[in-house]
């Protein structure tokens, strides 16, 4: 390189770097600004979210093109609330993301009343975008929100790269982790449903699908074609679904008949759900540090200390804004929340806005029915939580256990609770109920409560709590 192009080289990265730090700082406020100003203020740019990128420094370029990890901005609009608020919901954006198989380079927030109803951000924001997305070489922006039609397509005709937004990040997260032929259905069912209103034609997609004799006419256009073919899936997926469903309804049903109580165990993704369900019952459910790690629903048996039977499930994590398309799509998975008799709610303690949380699993409890369904929270993660926080959430919520499930803190209390809340047998019977039928004691045993047991030389001699259906089957061996 020539002496004379060295210097202009050397003074272009000068003026570079001058540009990127006036471009990277703070705006001073003076303090006799009053709300209003501080207001406008905010709202004349958009705000850099710090600690939020995940750009990768430790691996050589060969190896980052072996990951192909998709190198992402975060976009989200501060309607409400504080600004940490808006900080925690891009930090959990973020969370999806790198989840999803993203790098997150950037995070930014606007300040609005209501998102922009073309661009999301407005036109002028949209300008910065794209000068960020430019200066850090990303390939997508997700958006924290779900994008209408138009937003998406007007947002990406602007920045000219893709354009994502919250539902669709959630809905790639449970493709990549369904392993199973429903948790797969009903995966597909939630994407297609999700899609068939953003389907775009483009030039001869528009165009008469034949000519000539027969052929006259506005015939049906590509896009057409198109969402008659998403139609018929989804309406194929449904009957997929729906057939799978009668096996999980038939074995719900069978342990109604037999009186066995159920308890669900829900809660915010990545709270520690698979993690108690494996310390209570020794599942061996898939545990792992990341958002949506588990879909499918397991299904365990317990016991009391008394003997009783009960069920835990595991269920679906939860998250703030989770799309309908899933809830609709996972409702004969979430039916095992909706027909639990208890529910155990894990909060992860640990976390930023525990309450925040809390408050985010009980909109999609009530979205399913399940809002009357006695509950319990375990505040999990107690080993490692703010004691401030925790004592916080305790005093917002009275029924709450801190546990930590990695060191077995506070477990046994929680058992005692789940134990207390289970639905107790109503009819009382004393009975004697010869050797012979010792099928009987066993089911006493498994579906009711014993008060006192007694081994004479007739049988076995009960006094204990039972169901309408076994104390019919009783009848005969009832001591009068």
Known sequence: M??????????????????????DSDIFIPDSFDSTQRDLSDRQALRRVAGLSTELTD???AEYRKLRLERVVLVGVWTEGTIKDAENSMAELAALAETAGSEVLDA??????????????GSGKVSEL?????????????????????????????????????????????????KSKEGKAQVELAQVSYMLPRLRGWGDSLSRQ???IGGRGPGETKIEVDRRRIRDKMAKLRREINEMKVARDTKRQERKRNSIPSVAIAGYTNAGKSSLLNRLTNAGVLVQ????????????????RDGRVYTLSDTVGFVKHLPHELIDAF???????????????????????PLGQIKAV?????????????????????????????????????????????????????????????????IEIRTLIPYNRGDLVSRIHEEGEILREEHLEEGTALHARVDGALAHLLEKYVKA
């Open 59 to 61: 691996i050589s370029e």
């Open 2 to 23: 020539a002496k004379g192009s060295e210097e202009e080289f050397e003074q272009l990265l000068q003026e570079s770097a001058e540009i990127a730090a006036e471009f």
């Open 108 to 121: 930014l927030i606007q300040r609005r009343d209501k998102p922009d109803p073309s661009t999301f951000i």
């Open 362 to 426: 009980r909109e999609v409890i009530r979205d399913i029915g399940g809002e009357k369904i006695p509950e319990i929270i375990a505040l999990n993660k107690a080993d490692i939580a703010d004691p401030e926080m925790m004592r916080l959430v305790m005093r917002e919520e009275p029924d709450a256990y801190p546990v930590s499930v990695h060191t077995g803190a506070g477990i046994e209390a929680l058992i005692a609770a789940i134990e207390a809340s289970l639905p107790r047998p109503k």
């Open 130 to 178: 794209k000068g960020v997305v430019k200066s850090t070489g990303a390939d997508t922006v997700i958006c924290d929100g779900e994008l209408s039609p138009g937003q998406l397509r007007n947002l990406e005709d602007k920045v000219k790269v893709k354009v994502v937004d919250r539902t669709a990040l959630i809905l790639d997260i449970f493709a990549q982790h369904a």
């Open 210 to 212: 034949a000519g000539g």
């Open 289 to 304: 540090n990341a958002l949506f790690a588990t879909l499918d629903p397991t299904v365990r048996k317990s016991e009391t």
């Open 331 to 353: 409702k004969s998975t979430l039916e095992e929340v909706s027909g639990a008799d208890l529910i155990v709610h894990v909060v992860d303690g640990s976390h930023q806005d």
